[in-house]
């Protein structure tokens, strides 16, 4: 037995135990510099210019678009299975990865994590446009108001199809769905040319995403969470990465209002916080339906009020002279649906062959008893976080046309909220939409008897987004 006791303690010398804050160290570092790489690849792979991952990069194979990395990996995958079976490998790996950085990340100083945050948006920023062409839909419609004096909330793209940027966007029988602060917001990048404009606005765009993760982090602090954490799980996420940041859409300047907000109300700003949210409603309208929380929860009602009638006021003001009272195409796009969408799913489940009107009420309803509900648990508690969070989670469970970075709008909540409950549906709703958005997800679903695609339903969305589109 002291032989044994012996032996043990020579081979402690000789091996001394690895402290757990450095296994946590280690695996917090690995996961992070994981995420990184495998958005390097998938940037790097769409700069190629010859595949799905970029549709304008891979019609046009314009140089400025697929800068600095076109040309860098001549070997590349060629075959369409291949790319799916790269882009699958790389988010299920990182969003491994991401849900390690998370249970890991408080053991890193807080300049670690938000260097490879900053790495990991430089990156997207250099990188063509991902999967969709959204961000020249945004360019066209500044074009259509600055250059060729249209209203792009009177006018469709179709009118101003002599304009080169026509062939780039998609969204051509379609008035602006963009918010009007958001859409003033990119008119100076009008006059710059179409590649101006486009790196103007990746700029752009980068710095407002680096600045949605710095009010991550002080909200964090005021709430006495784990910054560090909190940043990853927002900032982090391989689905917004590679659909939203890759994708350069416009949904973090619409959350920049929004943390701004509740940053200034935990701050006691009430006047400013109420302004701040009925800004992100000018730049998305769909966050018009937090604008009654945030100015209930205020403890200092008056003020909430008054600072949401100026910020109202103000905005209606400008928005009214730009654009005259026309507001954004929401109605046209809210008829859209994606067929793996949460309403279209349970519609197709209850027999409805998935979204149909009936569903679509019944969704809508559902919404706005959350919108009042919400309010009213703000009002009596003054809290503002919580009900927040959870009218976040009923308009994402309820919207037929959802987009893979709409997963961001929620992902603040879940670092804020201590709710277990809360916790678990949003982890519920955030796997889901990530399955949703995976390569061979329709396919998956088919195997298992539904078929989405093969209904009414379905088959008049299709008819309506090409008529949309073309």
């Not at 769905?177 to 990119?186: A, Q, V």
């Amino acid at each position: 037995m002291e032989a044994g006791t012996t032996r043990i303690r020579a081979a402690r010398r000789v091996f001394p135990p690895i402290p757990l804050e450095r296994v946590a160290q280690v695996a917090a570092a690995t996961a992070l510099l994981t995420i990184l790489a495998g958005s390097a690849l998938i940037v790097v792979l769409a700069s190629q210019g010859h595949s799905f991952l970029s549709p304008a990069a891979h019609h046009r194979r314009l140089a400025w678009m697929n800068w600095p990395f076109g040309g860098l990996w001549s070997d590349w995958p060629h075959t369409r299975d291949q790319i799916y079976s790269i882009l699958l490998l790389t988010i299920l790996v990182t969003t491994v990865c991401y849900v390690v950085a998370i249970r890991f990340a408080r053991s890193l100083p807080g300049k670690v994590v938000a260097g490879v945050v900053i790495a990991v948006y430089l990156v997207f920023f250099l990188s063509p446009p991902l999967l969709l062409t959204d961000v020249f839909n945004y360019v066209e419609y500044a074009r259509m108001g600055v250059l060729h004096g249209l209203n792009p909330y009177t006018h469709i793209p179709l009118d101003a199809r002599a304009d080169p940027v026509w062939k780039l966007s998609n969204w051509h029988h379609l008035p602006s769905p963009y918010g009007p602060l958001f859409t003033l917001i990119t008119y100076p990048l009008a006059p710059l040319g179409i590649a101006g404009a486009f790196w103007a606005y990746k700029a752009l765009l980068l710095l407002v995403s680096l600045g949605c993760a710095g009010l991550v982090a002080l909200i964090a602090r005021q709430l006495q969470r784990a910054a560090a954490t909190a940043v990853v799980i927002v900032a982090l996420n391989p689905l917004v990465l590679i659909y939203g940041a890759g994708g350069q859409h416009m949904d973090m300047f619409n959350m920049l209002f929004v943390l701004g907000a509740i940053y200034l109300a935990l701050a006691n700003r009430e006047r400013l916080g109420s302004a701040a949210m009925i800004g992100a409603a000018a730049a998305k309208a769909s966050a018009a339906v937090l604008a009654p929380v945030a100015i209930a929860a205020g403890p200092r009602r008056i003020r909430s009020l008054a600072g949401a009638a100026a910020g109202l006021g103000v905005a209606g003001f400008v928005c009214l002279m730009a654009f005259g009272p026309h507001p954004p195409a929401i109605a046209d796009q809210s008829r859209l649906v994606t067929a793996l969408s949460i309403p279209n799913i349970t519609g197709l489940l209850l027999g409805h062959g998935g979204e149909d009107v009936a569903v679509r009420t019944a969704t809508h309803v559902l919404l706005a008893v959350a919108v009042v509900a919400c309010t009213v648990w703000a009002w009596r508690s003054r809290r503002l976080i919580e009900p927040l969070g959870w009218l976040t989670l009923v308009t994402l469970a309820t919207l037929g046309w959802d987009m893979p970075w709409y997963l961001l709008w929620l992902l603040p909540f879940v670092a804020f909220v201590r709710s277990r409950t809360f916790r678990v549906a949003s982890v519920l709703v955030a796997v889901w939409m990530t399955f949703q958005w995976l390569p061979y997800s329709y396919t998956v679903v088919a195997r298992i008897g539904l078929h989405p695609g093969v209904t009414h339903t379905w088959k008049t969305n299709r008819l309506y987004v090409r008529t949309l589109l073309k």
